[in-house]
């Protein structure tokens, strides 16, 4: 079978884009066309990725170079800042392209926020206003015609799935979010820095970004939205001396006389039907390790022994679900292919 | 210079007796004079572990075998259960010794908190009457005069030294605090488990004991007395893929406008003269490594964005300052040695 | 597409069972149609290992509860030991299976090596007679029309991918073969073991077996075969802090002047068109993290600075090509289906 | 007790450098006055590594504020290159004072093996003239003399002590010897590069620097001296996932008839009085993580199953015996302190 659609990976020699080709290889409906990597123009991804020796897969070019002609979707996993640019530059060029950008640059409607956040003016207001959040089993039909989806951040995907289902049931007093995530190292990607050092993260916990980290902005901007006025989670991201996985464990206080229990039956309801979301029984909690490399989410329940209080846990792969595989699924849905294609794969566990 | 006492370790194939060990030989004041290890008696400590190899050190042998009348201090590194016998009986021998007990059994004062907890009626409730519980920054004057010590746990030692100190000042609501916790493997013990194997535990994480920690009982008694009124926080552990570490990030919110920077004047103040705490300046953020084999506790306070919350972060090493280096600390009190002998190590990083 | 053949999975329950498991699930010719797994029989597969929590699959039974009448093809994955016993009834009951044994009970031609290796004799010789050893790049044919394929071990195939093919192209010196390997824990299984504990293999590496590791035995077989006369390497196996992954060092001396790039041309020529062994440029060194999780080898050749020798890097993911996925690999070919499907997945790194 | 000797650590912010100043903390004869580290001049070590907060330390200062009238002793923990010349400098300066150097840019006595190796000429071919190789265990009578003493490095000092015995005893063929090396990430250092990101190091392993590292031009200048002819060993160094530790398998072929067991004898006689080498029992084999923060080595001989041979096994951390440690103990000697002051430490482990 020929595969359907032709696909650029722009930014192939970071992380998030060396898992793009990863899952694209086993993909039926997208073909990989054209690799971008400015740094590593003129180099085999098996040089940058070796691998991937002995696949093949066209050479890394600079963005221009790519002829946007035969290419029907773009995924663009390049570094905050210039995305914008790019992505106005290239819409420019081919406005029916199909685009999902791993980056955060699209994720923020509100434009105040994002200058807040991010310190400087949006450099693409009009691209701001149509691109969709890509929060799949949020705001699949929205995405299903998006020509521009910003796919949403590792900590964000992983606490919103499980809190956004609570507050639009109105099971969760929403002054009361306290999320605690851990991330592992993959999450920070591949440019070198002293912190990022085996030496500097391995044997050692650590939280970062206390009170400050940019991806609360996401969180306020979709737990707003589910309950209907301002929400400001609490939100303490820790790095973990592992590769993968993100793993959030969410305190919440239910409204109304809703307890635990009645948390989990609410969660369990609305995710019955979806392929990459499983709720664990009640009582029973997930691993980060048991979604490693797959697209799955696994959520767990547990009573707080604090009457009316629940400790809820979710965990993905943050280069997956999180990241490259949740981009898969949104690139599916732009383009009309079944949402799971591609993204099969079982966790790699031990 | 001939060492002061004569000290025996209990249960000195296990982590928290081979730490004991490790300590004791680099102290001054304080000399091995007996091993025991009932399952692995006769065997010399270096065929358990090599890390001794070429280390002078008396042959394991079961706890009967020991001639107590040589005996100045025991501890008692025992699994829970058998340790408020072994107790009883040791000190029905002979009564001066003093002993610092490093399992739960003696931690709860309150006998019905322990038979809930643990399933079964106290063993030697006489004894538990006499006990210290060892936090040494919170009960130092009580354990100098203690002739039985039981010393903390790892979580509870890492939570309680902030949080005591914050309840004991009035500075935080007793209803509102949350504990997520993360620890290390070698506090499970060196018992062979199936989710202790490195494959099980490595590139993961995840909670576990999830509302029923055992921990909580004894951060209910401590925080109760700080608070003068019954207190039940909410505490998560996980086990994150180290060796050494807890790591307990805790969310409080403050009282008559107490804000985050008010709580880390309370707690720096409060710590300024303790060689074994170290609170951070205001904003910093400690990290596991950075005490791993020492005795040190390393705090930071936070300012949560939401009004008057703080995030409290302490972290020290689960067998050092959260088992055997306290328990060091205790017998130097109760010995009427200088507090800090043989635990002026720094810790090992990286 | 209905799935050509029904297969049985005897050990599902071990870490060689859920790969398989893994593999199969996106194996488009073989459907999962019985696992068993004798000691939690009745349990869903989900709960042994949660990575397959939302996935259908069988529920564990025992061995004899598996009607064969439906099944085409078993992979055993049970401990050495029983293995003999269960083939010999299986095949009793259904002779026309096709089998791939993961165990290393048939792996040994030589009945009087078998007992030697391991200390009885073999309990079902005339099987033994029409084993045929899976090593597929090198005994391809005869697998095509087994009935019985030995799977062989991780470190084996490691080393043998590259020495054989040395060794029957004469270009090295028999008596002068040292291979030092290391290896993941997964190869060590799941049963509980205090070697195996996070806190006894983390933060350090060390060798073991040395000088009497079984996979010896088939080293001597393959490569005595290969040469024509008999050739007993030097081998030591080392435990290295990871999951999965297989290392192999060889040291060789070239004969008749065959230097180091000879020998990769050798290699490279060998296997030029072997869907999953990739042979670097000359010099170039593999990373084993390079092939986790897929079916590759990858092998690389160095020149040593004594002249005339060489090292050579060979390195596969132990549960894997070493083991699961050289299965599948064996189960097509007796099966008649494509070599490699249900095997194209890339690796997952990092 | 007042300190004897006070010292300077040049690059303290290293990893050797920390290392240093954790050892010096403990050791009663030196008193650390003053810490250099350029390009953090005038930051407060505990800020560099925070290991060290609320330790008293003096403000890490540049090379050139260092006052050198009151100091007696100097470490050079200084990347290779600008060593030689701020030695030279310092000596100048004040020609009475002790200098170990942990660089390699006074290990190698031939001028010209160090212009091949560094790619450069000498630049204080004087010094190197008086320059002695630190490597106690063999050199130590010529090292309580010396004024400057060239501190080995790791992978050397690991294979060299049971080999340059064995050498020494003409016990094996120096034509037959086979390095296998493994490492720990901080023998790298703290710079930030890619290929040291936890990502890029945890859970794998590969061989790196295959047939050109430069420790190998001190294995043959100390192998060639114990052998009374030159010598060139085949050496291949690793690089595992684990912070410390050196791991070294070394194959060798015994002389006269010289087996495995007469190997393992000559070592442990020759070590027997030695503080820091430990010969295991014949046959057992050590883990390098029983002796991670130690100075010690520990050594295991084994028989190879091929008549004649052996493998021989030694390991050591890399920051303390195969660094910082050495260092000490080359200090201790050239200022007449006992040998093994600061450096009784027990192994951390786990």
Redesign the interface.
Known sequence: MSKSYKIAVLGASG?TG?EL??LL??HSGLEIAALSADSKAGKPMAEV???????DLPELKKIDAIDLAEIDGVFCALPHGTTQEVISQTLAKKPNLKIVDLSADFRLADLDAYAEWYGHPHKAPELQAEAVYGLVEIHREKIRTARLVANPGCYTTTAELPVIALLQAGAIDPEEI?I?A?T???GAG?????G?????????????G???HRH?AELDQEFSEAAGKPV?P?F?P?L??????I?A?T?VRGTGGTDAERMHGILADRYADEPFV?V?PFGQ??????????N?V?IGV?????PG?A?V?S?LDNLVKGASGQAVQNMNLVLGLPETMGL???????
């Open positions: 992380y060396s080709v990863r290889l086993r990725f070796p691998q991937f020796a002995g696949v306290v605690d851990k592992g190292m993959t591949r440019a070198a820095k002293e990022m050092l085996f030496s500097e993260v391995s044997e050692g916990i650590h939280a970062y206390v009170g400050k609360m400001r609490s303490t820790h973990a001396p592992m590769n993968r996985g793993y464990t305190y499983t664990l909690v997930p691993q980060s390790r048991h979604v490693r490399g797959s799955m696994q547990v009573a707080d022994r604090r209080r400790i846990i965990t099969e794969q079982v966790a790699l566990f031990p």
